[in-house]
């Protein structure tokens, strides 16, 4: 296998366990997130602007290492600089 | 397939470049400013609003209040720059519905350019509320032992707003494209929909970060725990 076909194996594998490892974490954090905010609501239904406000903001920041995975996985697939590196190293020769 | 309207450029000499983020910015920018001044050329302070100025005092309400909530005692001072935030995030989100556009916001130039915004107002809040010693000490704020911490802390802040914001704005994007491949009829409708949703959200977020990243800077001293709020 040369250089380039290796280059292309490792990067399309990756970016598909990246996104698929990556999302698990933060959607359990969320799913947890969300059933005790509906607790909290249950149980104290005029701080609801609060709780949903807040509900949001945590959720963001949960999310946030999802979409960081998702960025890893396109940056492998569109934006490869090790793929452009090979690409330009076989053109050039 | 584009990754970002960086890459669609439309003049270029040299290594000046017009892209697409530039000129869909620059648009966003002409809307809002002109909008916003032709709304307000005749305000009426009497019962009867015209439609558009109750709108926008919905608007501007609406964000004082969320910065109050945050813990900003005087939204005034903060209202421009967060609700500046939050309405150049929430237009380009909502064009997204104008065939041919694409949000600037999907770029991550302009969400690091945003970001950075943060990054100075933080700052510049921070010590014109409680003097650059207060601002400085704040650093020590449990032992002197965090201060390398703190400093991180502060720029993964910023590096995590800008790329939360382009993460989401630019995956939205990808998805109806890819769709539109594969399926081409009901689902990329569905998604644009799903799309709207979360730029609606992210500038949300983005705005109320930047409100709780101010108000944790300008905060007095925990050790009076209900000071009474700066004069």
Known sequence: MDSQTLIAVASIIMAGLTTGFGTMGPALAEGRAVATALTALAQQPDASATITRTLFVGLAMIESTAIYCFVVSMILIFANPFWNAAVAHVAGK | ?231
Not at chain 2, 4 to 13: K, R
Not at chain 2, 57 to 81: D, S
Not at chain 2, 164 to 192: D, E, H, K, Q
Request: a positive charge.
């Open chain 2, 1 to 231: 397939m584009r990754l970002s309207p960086d890459q669609w450029v439309f003049w270029q000499h040299g290594f000046i470049k017009l892209n697409a983020t530039i000129a869909f910015t620059w648009a966003l920018m002409l809307v809002l400013t002109l909008g916003a001044a032709l709304l307000t050329r005749r305000l009426a302070t009497g019962r009867t609003l015209s439609r558009w100025q109750c709108l926008l005092e919905i608007v501007v309400t609406a964000i004082a209040r969320q910065i109050e909530e945050v813990g900003l005692k005087q939204p005034e001072k903060y209202l421009g720059f967060i609700g500046t935030l939050f309405l150049f995030v929430a237009a380009a989100s909502l064009c997204t519905v104008i065939p041919g556009f694409e949000p600037p916001t999907a770029s991550l130039s302009t969400t690091a350019a945003l970001a950075l915004c943060v990054f100075v107002a933080v700052p510049a809040f921070g010590i014109a509320g409680q003097g650059l010693r207060g601002y400085l000490k704040s650093y020590l704020e449990p032992t002197i032992v965090m201060l390398p911490f703190n400093i991180i802390s502060e720029l993964s802040r910023t590096l995590a707003l800008a790329v939360r914001l382009f993460g989401n704005m630019m995956s939205g994007a990808m998805i109806v494209g890819i769709l539109l491949t594969i399926t081409p009829f009901l689902f990329p409708i569905v998604m644009t929909l799903l799309g709207l949703l979360t730029g609606m959200v992210q500038a949300y977020i983005f705005s109320i970060l930047a409100a709780v990243y101010i108000a944790a800077a300008t905060r007095t001293k925990r050790s009076a725990p209900k000071a009474a709020p700066k004069a």
